[in-house]
């Protein structure tokens, strides 16, 4: 068995779908080829951006894992915090999985959470989910009690200096989320 029979990010449960033993894959881990980054989930260090490490592992535990909130302002640009633990999104209601000692767990509503979401690829043919821009602004205002009030009117200042910014596409977004629409309209005429 080689490593590169695995997908960059994987479970036990897919390892043991294509013939790989658990031990083998602990032996792996053990060689300094793997990573294992929660409980039974694991990625290929060989072709996972460490950047996104956390994230494919959450990915390859739950599927509809999305960067959010702090962790989706950094890779946008839009915030020079430095966080411990990527921010990551599932639906309300799904289980967040075990041992994941570096993902900060957040549920979202259902029926709002497919709205920005845009795929990267974190290596390895690996796509990973994250916000746009425009959504994670709006999360941003939508929960301020969390993040705090400098970091939302930073990130739509840093956002409305860039030039392809689009004030209208970022209100269309908010749309979604009306508790958010007046905090953020407020913003943008105060900015504007």
Not at 51 to 62: I, K, M, N, V
Not at 130 to 152: N, P, Q
């Amino acid at each position: 068995m080689t490593v590169t029979e695995l997908g960059a990010a994987f479970t036990l449960r897919d390892a043991r779908a294509i013939g790989v033993r658990k031990d083998q894959v602990y032996d792996l881990v053990a060689r300094g080829q793997l990573d294992r980054l929660g409980r039974g989930v694991f990625v290929r260090v060989d072709l996972i951006d460490p950047a996104h490490a956390a994230l494919a592992a959450a990915a390859a535990a739950r599927p509809a894992s999305t960067m959010c909130l702090t962790s989706a302002l950094v890779h946008h640009g839009l915030s020079d915090a430095i966080p411990f633990a990527v921010d990551v999104a599932l639906p309300r209601g799904t289980r967040h999985p075990a041992g994941f000692e570096q993902v900060s767990w957040h549920s979202f509503e259902a029926s709002t959470f497919a709205v920005g979401r845009e795929f990267i690829d974190a290596g390895g043919g690996t796509e990973v989910a994250v916000y746009s821009a425009e959504r994670t602004i709006v999360d941003s205002f939508r929960l301020m009690h969390l993040e705090g009030a400098d970091v939302a009117h930073e990130a739509l200042r840093r956002w409305l200096r860039r030039p392809r910014s689009s004030p209208s596409r970022l209100i269309r977004t908010a749309e979604a989320f009306p508790q958010a629409l007046p905090r953020l309209r407020l913003a943008l005429e105060a900015l504007l």
